[in-house]
Nanobody
Framework: QVQLVESGGGSVQAGGSLRLSCAVSGGSSRIYYWGWFRQVPGKEREGVGVIYHNDDSTYYADPVKGRFTISQNNAKNTMYLQMNNVKPDDSAMYYC??????????????????WGQGTQVTVSA
């Protein structure tokens, strides 16, 4: 069964950098786009950004524009979230997710077919 496995979370000071990874395991999957979400306790999960599998085009939520970058490796079976100039407000559980087919709004968590287990990011002031 195909799964997404995240890694790279941890603690970092404000202004620092962190890189998260999301790897496809247990087989292969058709991917139309895949992206990152984050969630803090008591709040809804919010979309961070997305990368389209075929042409590497990316889109980001306003709070992270200019600081976060999403990429994928050449084999297109691993996705990355490079987080630069992080802020305490970036502290959250980060999840990756993929959508297999065309359609859906990348900011809508209901558009995704497979989710990772999450990795915690904590930014201290």
């Amino acid at each position: 069964q195909v799964q997404l496995v995240e890694s790279g979370g941890g603690s970092v000071q404000a202004g620092g950098s962190l890189r998260l990874s999301c790897a496809v395991s247990g087989g292969s999957s058709r991917i139309y786009y895949w992206g990152w979400f984050r969630q803090v306790p008591g709040k809804e999960r919010e979309g961070v950004g997305v990368i389209y599998h075929n042409d590497d085009s990316t889109y980001y939520a306003d709070p992270v524009k200019g600081r976060f970058t999403i990429s994928q490796n050449n084999a297109k079976n691993t996705m990355y979230l490079q987080m630069n100039n992080v802020k305490p407000d970036d502290s959250a559980m980060y999840y990756c997710a993929l959508r297999r087919y065309n359609g859906g709004d990348w900011r809508d968590e209901g558009a995704y077919n497979i989710w990772g287990q999450g990795t915690q990011v904590t930014v201290s002031a």
